[in-house]
């Protein structure tokens, strides 16, 4: 079944604990996005990579990391976790785009809180 | 920049209303047009797009129509049900570039 994953789903932790978010997709996307979803504010981009160690900051990067060592795998590295960083996050992919941009695909979403 | 203004919410309605969640954009040239849709719980899931002027995106009875000239994307259903219930979200992809701009989304509740 083609999807995207996303470990952990719920997470709660403590300021300045070093955690890790992973994505994974196997639809052998070149395009891997992360966005975080707050209320009254839609999604924005975190970061994004057009294709393997090709990674650019999107709308909100400040606080994180993201690596792209393989074309499945696009984790998302919160190296000091601040309680700003209580979100909902979505990891999502696709083709790159043309004419008649792809669908992007989402993950089931990490609900994380920091306490 | 480019961006995505859509109607705020919540919108809610009895069954078998007619629905419409309106959504205009600020974008250069010619971006693409969708309308994802999140279940409670879930994540994004594409409900319909357009890539050009004129187009309509249509799927599971909702429809929207490319409209260049108001620079808007308005999602219509002609009858809801309970099973709608959910949040709306209008976004684009600019021509010049991969990345998904998003509106704030419309959370719709329909009421049996």
């Known amino acids: 079944e083609a999807q995207v994953t996303q470990n952990p789903r719920y997470l709660i932790t403590v300021t300045g604990k070093k955690l890790t978010v992973t994505c994974s997709q196997n639809?052998?996307?070149?395009?891997m996005s992360w966005y975080r979803q707050d209320p009254g504010l839609g999604l924005r981009q975190i970061y994004y990579?057009?294709?393997?160690?090709?990674?650019d900051k999107g709308d909100v990067p400040e606080g994180y990391k993201v690596s792209r060592k393989e074309k499945r795998n696009f984790p998302l590295i919160l190296e000091s976790p601040s309680p700003n960083q209580t979100s909902l996050y979505f990891c999502?992919?696709?083709?790159?785009?043309?004419?008649?941009?792809?669908?992007?695909?989402f993950g089931p979403g990490t609900r994380l809180t920091v306490l | 920049g480019d961006s995505v203004t859509q109607m705020e919410g919540p919108v809610t309605l009895s069954e078998e209303a007619f629905l419409t969640i309106n959504c205009t954009y600020t974008?250069?040239?010619?971006?693409?047009l969708f309308w994802y849709v999140q279940y409670p719980g879930e994540g994004l899931q594409l409900l319909l797009k357009?890539?050009?002027?004129?187009d309509k995106g249509s799927n599971k009875g909702f429809e929207a129509t490319y409209r260049k000239e108001t620079t808007s994307f308005h999602l219509e259903k002609g009858s809801v049900q309970v099973s709608d219930s959910a949040v709306y979200f209008c976004?684009?992809?600019?021509?010049?570039?991969?990345?998904?701009?998003f509106g704030t989304g419309t959370r719709l509740q329909v009421f049996p």
């Open positions: 974008a250069t040239g010619y971006p693409s």
């Open positions: 999502a992919s696709s083709f790159r785009g043309g004419q008649g941009k792809a669908e992007q695909f």
């Open positions: 357009a890539t050009k002027a004129d």
């Open positions: 990579s057009m294709n393997v160690e090709v990674t």
């Open positions: 639809m052998n996307h070149e395009y």
């Open positions: 976004a684009l992809i600019p021509a010049y570039t991969d990345k998904l701009i």
